[in-house]
């Protein structure tokens, strides 16, 4: 991919994923859906209530040294950003929502230049 194309991917992904963040409480659910489908292997949907029966409160994605979770926990959303080595979280770091989106956006993008089949999963997060 060119770098032009990255930065677009970027911008699009950016866009994409801040769609309806200002309802959080609708934006969470179709955020975590979309990303669950494009990553099936690397995500994971946490859902509330008895027996994680309940509606969606967080969402999961492993993109290799870097993990980006969001949840929302007592009324609140946290947004993180953990560095991965080994199976250690090395650093975690709180980020704002559109910090959050910001850094995901752009370490997907980074990922859709250095390889095709993820380049053709993010394509299909942006449908």
């Known amino acids: 991919m060119e770098p032009t194309d990255n930065q677009q991917i970027f911008e699009m992904l950016a866009a994409s994923l801040r769609a309806n963040s200002g ?11 979309k990303l669950a489908a494009a990553f099936p292997s690397r995500s994971q949907i946490f859902r509330g209530g008895f027996l994680g029966g309940g509606p969606v409160i967080g969402v999961m994605i492993d993109l290799d040294t870097w993990q980006f979770s969001i949840r929302e926990e007592h ?3 946290n947004a993180e950003r953990s560095q991965i080595v080994r199976g250690v979280a090395l650093k ?3 980020l704002s929502i559109d910090m959050w989106i910001e850094k ?8 859709a230049a250095e390889n095709e089949r993820e380049a053709n999963a993010i394509r299909a997060l942006l449908e």
């Open 23 to 33: 309802d959080i409480h609708s934006w969470l659910p179709v955020l975590s859906r």
């Open 92 to 94: 975690t770091e709180r």
């Open 75 to 77: 009324g609140r959303m």
């Open 104 to 111: 995901l956006s752009l370490r997907l993008s980074e990922m």
